[in-house]
């Protein structure tokens, strides 16, 4: 906020407005103060709509972090991770193994690995945990 007449400085806000059909929109806005400017002799507010982009950046962000904290918990390798992922996408052994570029009982091995972590005894189960965390949608 810009309290003194004398400052110079710029601040920035980032809320939700409401737009005129309803629906809320995310913006970002920047005060300028122009007190001191002759020519101006105010303060510019410059306000523009965040993009799909920075939400969409922002909720992969969000998501990416549960996904971490998921990992940690249940003290996941990267490897078991990233089969857990593809287990919950509903990929098959010989699908995840092509994906990954390893052997089929190199998966088997991960899969068997994460089920004994999370405390589950099937993929199903297993993949409804990784949902739950925000692994997958």
Not at 61 to 88: I, P
């Amino acid at each position: 906020m810009i309290h003194n007449p004398d400052d110079t400085s710029k601040s920035h806000a980032q809320c939700r407005v409401r737009h005129k059909d309803g629906t809320w929109r995310v913006v970002d806005a920047v005060a300028n103060n122009l007190l001191h400017d002759p020519i101006v002799k105010g303060i510019v507010i410059v306000i523009h709509k965040v993009s799909r982009r920075s939400r969409d950046e922002r909720e992969l962000a969000e998501e990416a972090a549960a996904a971490l904290a998921m990992a940690k918990k249940y003290h996941l390798t990267e490897s078991e991770y990233r089969v857990l992922t593809l287990v919950a996408e509903g990929q098959s052994n010989p699908q995840i193994a092509e994906k990954l570029v390893v052997s089929p009982s190199t998966v088997r091995f991960h899969v068997t690995s994460i089920l004994r972590k999370l405390g589950v005894t099937n993929r199903t189960e297993a993949a409804t945990i990784a949902v739950r965390c925000h692994l997958v949608d």
